[in-house]
T-cell receptor, first 115, second 112 residues
Framework: ELKVEQNPLFLSMQEGKNYTIYCNYS?????LYWYRQDPGKSLESLFV?????AVKQEGRLMASLDTKARLSTLHITAAVHDLSATYFC???????????????FGKGTHLIIQP | DGGITQSPKYLFRKEGQNVTLSCEQN?????MYWYRQDPGQGLRLIYY???????QKGDIAEGYSVSREKKESFPLTVTSAQKNPTAFYLC???????????FGPGTRLTVL
């Protein structure tokens, strides 16, 4: 059974600081996804990581994937209040591409960025 | 205006009732999914369908049923056999070769 663990589950940080969210998964996979969810809203796709060593950046967020360590990180640089949200990582269940057989999600990291 | 629509946005159910949640898409995506989200939790897969007239159980299919008669539509029925149905239900679509899933706005179901 594929398990996906995120840590921390809750993070309160100040604007301007840097921090990293970690996502570990239990079974070999080279496809990992990061999503953002605002309170009461749906999920928004942030990054798709498709191979070992993949790194993607968008604004103050950068995601990376180490398939050998079964670890992905989401790094936040110089945080701003607008980044406050819950961040989920998800892994392909059967590695068939496009998440065709459904995704397994972590429990999410609730991020609060304070002025 | 392309996208995924879910209705209703809020739904209240009495115990013992079956209710059906709608999910429609005009993205021409082959695959459709239903996930459930409980407070403070990640999403869990209920059912998915990769082609019309075919669907598979996910991790928590008990107490739910689906149909896929049209490519655009993938309704989810929450039956009376689902003992704890209060949750946020999200429908998603996917397309082979496009490596992500796209999520609808969700339906919040509450059992009275």
């Amino acid at each position: 059974e594929l398990k996906v663990e995120q840590n921390p589950l809750f993070l309160s940080m100040q604007e301007g600081k840097n921090y990293t969210i970690y996502c570990n998964y239990s079974t070999t996979s080279d496809r990992l996804y990061w999503y953002r969810q605002d309170p009461g809203k749906s999920l928004e796709s942030l990054f798709v990581l498709l191979s070992n060593g993949a790194v993607k950046q968008e604004g103050r967020l950068m995601a990376s994937l180490d398939t050998k360590a079964r670890l992905s990180t989401l790094h936040i640089t110089a945080a701003v209040h607008d980044l406050s949200a819950t961040y989920f990582c998800a892994v392909d269940i059967l590695y068939s591409g496009g998440g065709a057989d459904g995704l397994t999600f972590g429990k999410g990291t609730h991020l609060i960025i304070q002025p | 205006d392309g996208g995924i629509t879910q209705s209703p946005k809020y739904l209240f159910r009495k115990e013992g009732q079956n209710v059906t949640l709608s999910c429609e898409q005009n993205l021409n995506h082959d695959a459709m999914y239903w996930y459930r989200q409980d407070p403070g939790q990640g999403l869990r897969l209920i059912y998915y369908s990769q082609i019309v007239n075919d669907f598979q159980k996910g991790d928590i299919a008990e107490g739910y049923s689906v149909s896929r008669e049209k490519k655009e539509s993938f309704p989810l029925t929450v039956t009376s056999a689902q003992k704890n149905p209060t949750a946020f239900y999200l429908c998603a679509t996917g397309l082979a070769g496009v490596d992500t899933q796209y999520f609808g706005p969700g339906t919040r179901l509450t059992v009275l």
